[in-house]
């Protein structure tokens, strides 16, 4: 394999280049292109009416109160959970644990519909509930606002800024604490000078990706700003090319040029905060000890008190679902709506044309994209982990590009160069989108799998007459195999749930569900939403199932090697 290395490795350096750095690069020549039909004129005509538009300074404005309010409540939660999951004696931690994670495993199109089931003024069944109980004349809460949309923005972010502050607060060595309080410091003052300071990297590193989450966000703009008439860049970018009478793919691609250069900058500024970690060090190689504050008095009222945030944000919004696709229109749980319950709305679904063909094409685009992308993950890892050359450096930093940039801007990229292929509107535009936005995610669990493979497995593999491929196939593949499953799982389940490429790329003949989703819940059809949302999880979920099975199953072979 070692002839076939600098081959590999500059092949795949041109299909990922081609993959991250094309969309781009169409990206800036279609923001300065009169039109699709047009290609290839310049001007700058697209930059003068998308930055002078009056109402831009709106978007900007209602952008940047949504992306900081939603970071800002992502890492506040994050780190009161941390707190309380790593470092006191609070009860049942490793369900909170759980809990924390939860909206990450939650198609984002979902949640936020769920949440407009409980919380629209005109019929959610909080608010109806309240005006019931209240004898209140109007809906005392309002899901489509700008605090909705953070407050959404910011549950579904949590999981990602809590994977970053909680192994900081872990390793938190607590002698650093105690010597500031034997020197004198109260608790506040303590938490003020010494733990936030040392925490300071985790915090802002969960604040910054944050901040790049929400700004590459489509499904809480789309469901829940859009309705409310909240615009932000996301949505404004979508309403230039799926609203109005004529799209307008070149103003779409000057506005998306300012969301790529802020996203890009934000990731430089993350990854500066990190590199200066070494700072901040806090276990060294003289004694350590974690140390667990004990609550006393307060553990059992704290307890409650985090089980019902848990219950109200995380876990009612998902029982509402599966509760809305039964009842006939949407009602607050009572004798009457449990004695309505039918399955229609299913039905209604598994009936409906559109609906089954976008089941089908993101069961094709799960199954196929996760496989091919998988294949690719493989060759792209074993290159960065075992080749050291700079070509693989170059790989490596490519491969990861795409994830910092948001999915609408790289969609209206991809737009501008697949009009020009026979690719348009098919469902291999859709996969190809797929593969190069979520390479990164089949990538890691495999470079993780091939750090463990020692090199002497396959030089004694080579040594004794085995060919490259024959050294892949008995050596490397069997050890690979927990790596293979983590890495199918991850993009099939991302490729079922995509919504932001799919929205630019989808065409008629190409739906998937979380386009279909969409529509229903433009159309205010919350019952066939339910029933399709359900689908979708059970399908992710069964998925994820057979590829565990599949992988237990080949697990004794990699055993016995």
């Known amino acids: 394999m070692y002839k076939t290395r600098p081959a590999l490795t500059y092949s795949l350096v041109s299909i990922v280049g081609f993959l991250t750095v094309c969309p781009v690069i169409m990206l800036i020549f279609g923001s300065f292109s009169k ?31 949504f992306v900081l309010g939603s970071s800002l409540v992502a890492t506040a939660l994050a780190l009161f959970l941390s707190y309380l999951n790593n470092r006191t004696d609070i009860p049942f931690k490793f369900l909170f644990k759980i809990i924390s994670l939860i909206p990450m495993m939650i198609p984002h199109i979902l949640f936020s519909v769920s949440w407009v089931l409980l919380l629209n003024p005109s019929n959610g069944m909080i608010n109806l509930f309240l005006k019931q109980v209240l004898s209140l004349d109007a809906a005392p809460l309002n899901i489509y606002s700008l605090w909705g949309m953070i407050l959404v923005e910011g549950l579904l972010d949590l999981p990602i800024a809590y994977l970053i502050i909680a192994p900081a607060m872990a390793s938190f060595d607590v002698a650093l604490e105690e010597s500031s309080k034997v020197s004198g410091a109260s608790n506040l003052r303590t938490l003020l000078r010494v733990t936030l300071p040392v925490l300071r990297p985790a915090i802002l590193a969960a604040f910054i990706l944050g901040v790049i989450r929400s700004l590459a966000s489509f499904a809480v703009p789309s469901v829940i700003g859009m309705p409310g008439r909240i615009t932000v860049l996301a949505t404004h970018i979508y309403n230039s090319i799926a609203r109005g009478f004529a799209a307008d793919f070149g103003k779409a691609a000057a506005v998306g040029m300012s969301v790529l250069a802020t996203s890009i900058t934000l990731i430089l500024v993350y990854r500066h905060l990190t590199a200066e970690s070494e700072k901040f060090v806090t276990i060294s190689s003289r004694g350590y000890r974690p140390t667990v504050i004990q609550l006393k ?46 399955w229609k709305h299913w039905a209604d679904v598994l009936h409906d044309p559109i609906s089954l063909l976008s089941l089908k094409n993101s069961l094709f685009l799960g199954v196929v994209g996760a496989t091919l992308g998988v294949v690719l993950s493989i060759f792209v890892a074993y290159v960065i982990v075992k080749v050291k050359t700079r070509g693989a450096s170059i790989l490596e930093s490519l491969s990861f590009l795409s994830f910092s940039f948001p999915g ?89 749930r995509e919504l932001t490429l799919s929205v630019v790329l989808s065409r008629p003949g190409t739906e998937v569900l979380a386009v279909q989703i969409l529509r229903f819940a433009e159309d205010g059809l919350w ?14 979920t069964v998925l994820v199932v057979l590829a565990t099975l599949v992988g237990a199953r080949f697990k004794p072979m990699a055993a016995g090697g």
């Open 408 to 496: 609408i801007v790289i969609g209206v990229g991809f737009m501008w160069f697949f009009v020009q292929t026979p690719l348009y509107a098919t469902l291999w535009a859709l996969l190809i989108g797929y593969i190069a936005t979520y390479l990164p995610y089949g990538i890691r669990p495999m470079a993780s799998a091939f750090i463990q493979i020692h090199s002497h497995l396959e030089e004694s593999s080579l040594v004794c007459g085995a060919g490259n491929w024959t050294t892949m196939r008995r050596i490397v593949i069997p050890l690979l195999v927990p790596g293979i499953v983590s890495g199918w799982i991850l993009m099939a389940t991302m490729f079922l």
């Open 527 to 540: 019952g066939k939403l339910s029933a399709l949302g359900i689908l979708m999880i059970g399908i992710s």
């Open 297 to 342: 008095g307060a553990r059992l009222p704290m307890f409650l008190a985090v089980g019902l945030l848990s219950a109200v944000l995380i876990v009612l919004p998902v029982l509402v679902l599966l509760y809305s696709s039964m009842v006939p229109y949407t009602m607050v749980p009572s004798p009457r709506a449990f004695s309505m319950m039918s």
């Open 35 to 65: 039109g699709l039909g047009a290609f290839g004129t310049f001007t700058l005509e697209k930059y003068i009416q998308a930055y002078t538009d009056p109402a831009f300074a709106e978007v900007i404005v209602n952008t940047v109160i």
